[in-house]
C-alpha cells in the first residue's frame, strides 16, 4: 500500500526524536471511509474528548488489515457485511511520547446489508463513541477539522483522518 502520509510531533510543534524511531513498538491498524445505501459517510463522534474519527481500530495477529477492518467495523459500526472497494493508503504515526509507531491502513467500504447495533468496548462507551452519518465527504472533513482533541494521541488521529478523507476527495474517490 503506498504511503500518502507520516505524522510526526513537529507537525504539532513539539520536538521529534526520529533517531529513537527504530526501537519503537508497532502498532498497525485499519481504518475505513464507509458508506452506507445512500452514499453517507460514517464518522465516529467520541463526545467525551469532542472529536471525530473514522470507524476502525487494530489488526490482531494473524489478521490481514483487510479481516480487521471487517471486523472493526462490526464492531464499531454493526455492519453485518462490508464491501472494501479499494485502498486509500497507508499514514505511519511516530507517537514519541508513547514510543510507539502505528501504521494505519486506509480503505473505502460499502456497508452490505442491514445494520446491527455495534459492540463497543468499555473504553469506546466510557468516550461516548457514536457513529454519525454525513452526506459527503466535504461535511466529513469539516466535522474531523471542528474537532478539539484534548488528550495526547488524539491530535494525531485528527490529522491521520484528514490526511485519508483528504486524499480520498482529491484522488476523487469519494465525493
Not at 49 to 69: S, V
Request: glycine share 6%.
Amino acid at each position: 500500500m503506498n504511503i500518502i502520509g507520516t505524522i510526526t510531533e513537529d507537525v504539532f510543534e513539539r520536538k521529534t526524536t526520529p533517531e529513537k524511531w527504530p526501537s519503537y513498538r508497532t502498532r498497525p491498524a485499519a481504518r475505513a471511509i464507509l458508506l452506507n445505501e445512500l452514499s453517507q459517510i460514517a464518522l465516529m463522534h467520541v463526545s467525551k474528548h469532542h472529536y471525530y474519527k473514522l470507524p476502525g481500530g487494530g489488526i490482531d495477529e494473524g489478521e490481514t488489515p483487510r479481516e480487521a477492518l471487517v471486523r472493526e467495523l462490526a464492531e464499531e459500526v454493526g455492519t453485518q457485511a462490508v464491501d472494501i472497494i479499494t485502498e486509500i493508503g497507508q499514514v505511519d504515526e511516530y507517537r514519541d511520547q508513547w514510543e510507539m509507531k502505528s501504521t494505519h491502513y486506509g480503505f473505502i467500504a460499502k456497508v452490505v446489508g442491514e445494520l446491527n447495533d455495534p459492540e463497543r468496548t468499555e473504553k469506546e462507551i466510557d468516550h461516548g463513541y457514536e457513529t454519525v452519518w454525513v452526506t459527503n465527504i466535504d461535511e466529513a472533513i469539516r466535522l474531523v477539522q471542528s474537532g478539539n482533541p484534548a488528550e495526547y494521541g488524539q491530535d494525531f488521529e485528527k490529522q491521520r483522518e484528514l490526511t485519508f478523507l483528504e486524499h480520498a476527495k482529491h484522488s476523487k474517490i469519494v465525493q
